[in-house]
C-alpha cells in the first residue's frame, strides 16, 4: 500500500511548453492560443496552474507577451495561477500584472554551471538576488515558506549532482529565508535535466526527510531519459504528493535531438487513478486539453495516454 | 537496495516493430532492413533478440517474409535468436527454420475476447492447441519449461483482469506441461495492451511468488499509457530480472491514436545502468541501433534517451 491518499499536481505546462516551442520562434504560439490552453486547463480540476514567465524579453522573447498574456486571462475562482520569474525585476513585473499568486520563495541551483547559463549568475551571485528578492517579499507582507532548487539531480554540464549538495543548498535556504524571521516549509526539487533514477530519488527524500523531518517536499520530473514516470512512482512510495506536471508532456517533442518535457500530467492523473491515488482531475478533460495543445504547438506531444483515449 | 544486480533483457523490436509498422503496408519495411537491424542489435551485448513471427501470411502479411528474413540472417556466435508463432503450423515453420532456439512452451491468454481477437481462439481451443504443440516440442525431444499469459494486467474489450484468473491460467500451465511429464520454471506476463500500474505488478509478483515461490517471472511491458517504465522499477523492487524490451520503443509512434510500443530497451539499461544494475549492453551501440530503427520505419520512434544521446 502507497502512503499516499491523494496528490496535488501543479501544472506547469503552459510556461514549460510554449517557453519550449518558442525557441527560435518567438511568435510560433500565439498569445491567444496560450491563454485558450489556460482557460481550458482551469476547467479540468486543476487547481494550481503555472501560465507564464516574466523573463528578459531579449534572453528569451517569446516570454515577451506575460503582461498580455496576463490581460487576456479571464480567473476561474478556485483556481491558483502562477508565473515564474528568476530575478527581482520580474518579481516586480509578476507583482505587478496583479492576477498570481505570489509565493515568497528562494531559488538555488545545484549546478554553477547551469547557473550561470539560465541564470548567469554565479553560486554568490544568486545569493545576492535572493535576498534582493526576499527584501521585494517583506516589503509586499508576502510570506516566505518554499524553496526550490534547480538541477537537484544532475546536470548536462557538471555531470552527477552530490546530495551532500542538496543538503547543503536546503541548509542555506533554511539561513536566508529564516534571516527575514521566515521559515521554510516546502522544498521543491527540480531534475532539470532529466537525468534523476527512482533509487536516487528515494535516497534524496530519505536524506532531506532524516535532517529536515517537517519540510514538505514537491518534485518537478523531466522525462529526458524515459524515467519520469518511474520517479513519480518512487516518489509516492516515499510519501511525496507534490508534483509539478505538464500537460501532453508540453516543454518535449518525440523527435530526434529534442528532449522530452516534464511527466505528462495525464500519463500520471492515469497511473495515479489506477492506483487508488485522488488527483481531483477529469481525465477525459484533461486529455481534451492534451490534444488541443498538440493542435496549438503543430506537432505530437510526448504523452502516453493522450494518444489512447 | 533493490534485490537484483544484473538483469537479462530480451529485445523483442524487430518482431513487435515491423509486425506493427507493416499493419496496412506489408511491403513498408524491406526484408533487408529486417535484418539489418538484427544484425546490428546482435553487436549491442544484447543476448536474445526476438527476429520474426511465424503467422498466416493472409492475416499477418507483414510477416509473410519470415522464411526469407531467416535466410538473410547469419547468427553471432554467443547470441540466441527467437521467433514467435501462435499456432502449430507456426511452430513448425519455426522448427523448419533451423536457426532459432525454440524454447518449449505454453501460451495462454487471461482475456478470451482479446484471444478470440488475436488467435481467433476460445480458451478452450486454445488448450487443444496448446496441447498439440506440446506433442510436437515432446516429438523433437524440446524441453518445455516456460509459459507465458498475454493480457495479464488488462484488456482493451473486457477491462480489468482479475488477479485470480493469471493465477488460475498458471496452474493450468503446470496442468498442462505437467501432462507431458515436465515442469514449468519460468512464467512470461505480458501486459500486452498497458494498463497495467506499478502497485499492481507488485499485487501480481507477490501473489505468484507466493504460490509458486520458485517460479521465474519474466515480463513485456507495453508503454501504452506511460506506466511501463514504472512497472519495470516496481519489478525491479520484487526482485524481477528477465525483461522483454524493444530498441527504441519500436511497436508504437508517437502519434495521435497509436499505442506506445514495449518499454525502449535503452530506456531501461539507462535506467538499469544508473541504479547499478548491469545490463551487459553497450547504451552508445544501442541508441545507434534506435536510431537505426527510426531510419527504417521513417519516423520517430518512443524512445527518450535515444533522442538525448
Known amino acids: 500500500m502507497l502512503p499516499v491518499k491523494s496528490v496535488e499536481l501543479i501544472e506547469v505546462g503552459p510556461r514549460e511548453g510554449f517557453q519550449f516551442e518558442g525557441i527560435g520562434a518567438p511568435d510560433k504560439i500565439s498569445t491567444e492560443n496560450k491563454v485558450r490552453l489556460v482557460h481550458a486547463l482551469a476547467e479540468t480540476g486543476l487547481k494550481t496552474i503555472q501560465v507564464t514567465s516574466?523573463?528578459?524579453?531579449?534572453?528569451?522573447?517569446q516570454m515577451a507577451d506575460a503582461e498580455r498574456v496576463t490581460e487576456l486571462l479571464e480567473p476561474?475562482?478556485?483556481?491558483?495561477?502562477?508565473?515564474?520569474?528568476?530575478?527581482?525585476?520580474?518579481?516586480?513585473?509578476a507583482l505587478a500584472a496583479?492576477?498570481?499568486?505570489?509565493?515568497?520563495?528562494?531559488s538555488l541551483t545545484a549546478s554553477e554551471t547551469f547557473s550561470l547559463r539560465n541564470q548567469r549568475r554565479t553560486f554568490a551571485e544568486d545569493l545576492v538576488m535572493q535576498r534582493r528578492q526576499l527584501a521585494i517579499y517583506q516589503a509586499h507582507g508576502i510570506p516566505v515558506r518554499r524553496g526550490s532548487m534547480m538541477a537537484a539531480f544532475g546536470c548536462n554540464y557538471e555531470g552527477d549532482i552530490p546530495l551532500q549538495r542538496v543538503l547543503d543548498l536546503i541548509e542555506t535556504m533554511h539561513e536566508l529565508v529564516g534571516e527575514i524571521g521566515e521559515r521554510l516549509e516546502l522544498v521543491s526539487l527540480a531534475d532539470t535535466m532529466g537525468w534523476a533514477d527512482p533509487e536516487q530519488i528515494k535516497r534524496t527524500i530519505g536524506a532531506v526527510r532524516e535532517r529536515w523531518p517537517d519540510l514538505e517536499i514537491q518534485l518537478h520530473l523531466h522525462d529526458t531519459r524515459g524515467t519520469g514516470m518511474a520517479n513519480v512512482y518512487a516518489a509516492l512510495e516515499m510519501g511525496v504528493r507534490r508534483f509539478?506536471?505538464?500537460?501532453?508532456?508540453?516543454?518535449?517533442?518525440?523527435?530526434a535531438g529534442v528532449a522530452a518535457g516534464n511527466v505528462p500530467t495525464e500519463d500520471v492523473v492515469f497511473m495515479c487513478e489506477r492506483m487508488g491515488i485522488e488527483t481531483g482531475v477529469d481525465l477525459k478533460k484533461l486529455v481534451a486539453c492534451a490534444k488541443l495543445a498538440e493542435e496549438i504547438v503543430g506537432h505530437p506531444l510526448p504523452s502516453r495516454v493522450a494518444h489512447v483515449m
Chains 1, 2 share one sequence.
Open 98 to 106: 496583479g492576477k498570481y499568486a505570489i509565493e515568497g520563495h528562494v
Open 76 to 93: 476561474r475562482p478556485g483556481v491558483t495561477y502562477t508565473a515564474i520569474y528568476l530575478n527581482d525585476k520580474g518579481l516586480e513585473r
Open 244 to 255: 509539478d506536471t505538464s500537460v501532453g508532456g508540453l516543454g518535449g517533442c518525440p523527435f
Open 54 to 61: 516574466f523573463v528578459s524579453p531579449k534572453a528569451v522573447p
